[in-house]
């Protein structure tokens, strides 16, 4: 048997923690669904144990976002959010129009790759330059693009858009939410499209969210393989072919757990405690942990990116932290470094705890 200390706390960037309630709930499920004596993972999708998940799913996906089910449809479709960055420009971006797409970090980057293999991309506005540490201002979008693309919030780098820019009226918005998905109130509205893989910030891996506006649906080029048509899974009401059902259960409960909260608001307060702890701290430190996007305004509050004055640091401080319980903080392999990543799930304990171990590991090393 391994040995670890007795309190975890998991920093993971995704797949990443989740409500301990939800885990149990899912173990349970494995087991016995609603005491049907048979596993989650052995009835039908369209049997009478699955029906009331998918619908009490995507119904609670909807409340918390503030939309209604009449104008938009919640889809969960595979290939994580990966997929998406291809999906999206096959069925909007028509050969003889444009999209415009802000490139705020890796993950931009392979929307707009990705775009390009179906058409022209505009790229609007990029903070490649500074290596994506600040969110773009003034953004100039044009008023005849097929659509425009954003990314909520830049899980490597840790930024986020925490006012979205202004936009063209009539010009479609889809935006990548994944790293901060259900992490805050926001006008969910503005957006004709909005996909999220579920690992970071909403459930397990294996399914991904997509949040779409039916009337959109309808603008969807038609010359593409059905399984690959929004439309098709609009139609069906995400059950054209199979989905991922344990996943899909998993994210209910997620959802469940966010409304027992109090919704968005009160995940909004507990995240900002948390975020303003953190950074306080690292801010607070002297220089001896540097948070690597230096304005407030742009910081993310779900990933927080840092650096310590060396490499070699860096490494002692990853193995002490460790050892001390706390797990995931080593920053992207495109980066280095280190990054908490404090999704929903994670709690006020484990960053008041981190804060501590911060200021011991920078006295006894600074
Ligand atoms: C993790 C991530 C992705 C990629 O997700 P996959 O589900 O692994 O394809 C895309 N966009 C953002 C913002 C992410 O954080």
Redesign the pocket.
Known sequence: MSSHPSTLYNFSP?PAILPREVIEAASQAVLDINGSGLSLLEVSHRGKEYDPIHEQTQKDVLELMGLSPEEYSVLFLGG????QFAMVPMNFLPREGFADYVNTGE?ATRAIAEARHFGRVEVVASSEAEKFNYIPRDVKFHDDAAYLHL?S???IYGTAWHTFPETPAGVPQIC?M??DFLARPMDFSRFDLIYA?A??NAGP?GV?LVIIRKAYTARANKNIPTILSYQTHVKNNALYNTPPVFSIYVVGQVMQWLKNLGGLTAIEAINRKKADTLYAALDGSSGFYRATVSRPSDRSWMNVPFRLPTEALEKKFLQEAEAAGFVGLKGHRSVGGCRASIYNAFPQAGVDAFVGFLAEFARKNG
């Open positions: 995704g994580g959010a990966s997929f993950w990314t919030n830049n899980t990548d994944s790293s893989g690992q970071k891996a991904t």
